[in-house]
């Protein structure tokens, strides 16, 4: 007799909340992107970040917002505020790839290990040239926004 286990994934089960907060969260992305890119050097690569940043928006609204169940109000823009930072700490480390994979293929590093390496640096360069009010603001207003969008979502369609 074949015994079949059954796991309960809650976490990938569709709501309206997951569904507002990948949505709103994903806006925020794009939003930020446009805000961002003036503030970038011209050798800074960023074919395809809008692409990333909805990807990344839709994964952290759905998986960090989506889940937080409403509460407080406090509570709920602190949530917006986390999924917020790790859109923007992502798309940085995204960036911070591509930017070393350019280097890369012009024979700029001496090893594998270098070139990892180079990965947190390269996002940390790009995240001082976006270091700037107006795209922190959309970040986390966004991300905040979001949340509480999304547990209001959650009260309205039990």
Same mark, same amino acid.
């Given at each position: 007799?074949?015994?079949?286990?059954?796991?309960?994934?809650?976490?990938?089960? &569709?709501?309206?909340?997951?569904? %507002?907060?990948?949505? *709103? +969260?994903? =806006?925020?992305?794009?939003?930020?992107?446009? @805000? #961002?890119? &003036?503030?970038?050097?011209?050798? %800074?690569?960023?074919? *395809? +970040?809008? =692409?990333?940043?909805?990807?990344?928006?839709? @994964? #952290?609204?759905?998986?960090?917002?989506?889940?937080?169940?409403?509460?407080?109000?406090?509570?709920?823009?602190?949530?917006?505020?986390?999924?917020?930072?790790?859109?923007?700490?992502?798309?940085?480390?995204?960036?911070?790839?591509?930017?070393?994979?350019?280097?890369?293929?012009?024979?700029?590093?001496?090893?594998?290990?270098?070139?990892?390496?180079?990965?947190?640096?390269?996002?940390?360069?790009?995240?001082?040239?976006?270091?700037?009010?107006?795209?922190?603001?959309?970040?986390?207003?966004?991300?905040?926004?979001?949340?509480?969008?999304?547990?209001?979502?959650?009260?309205?369609?039990?």
């Amino acid at each position: 007799m074949q015994r079949v286990i059954m796991r309960n994934d809650s976490a990938m089960m &569709p709501t309206m909340p997951k569904l %507002v907060g990948a949505i *709103g +969260l994903a =806006l925020t992305g794009v939003m930020t992107v446009a @805000l #961002l890119e &003036p503030y970038l050097n011209a050798e %800074v690569k960023t074919d *395809g +970040l809008q =692409l990333v940043a909805i990807s990344f928006g839709m @994964l #952290l609204g759905w998986r960090v917002i989506g889940t937080d169940g409403g509460g407080r109000p406090g509570k709920t823009a602190a949530t917006g505020f986390r999924a917020a930072f790790y859109l923007g700490i992502w798309t940085l480390l995204f960036l911070g790839g591509v930017q070393m994979l350019l280097k890369a293929l012009r024979m700029r590093y001496d090893g594998p290990i270098e070139a990892l390496g180079d990965v947190v640096s390269q996002g940390v360069a790009v995240g001082y040239m976006v270091l700037q009010v107006d795209v922190i603001a959309m970040l986390f207003l966004g991300g905040a926004v979001t949340a509480i969008l999304s547990s209001w979502a959650g009260r309205r369609w039990r």
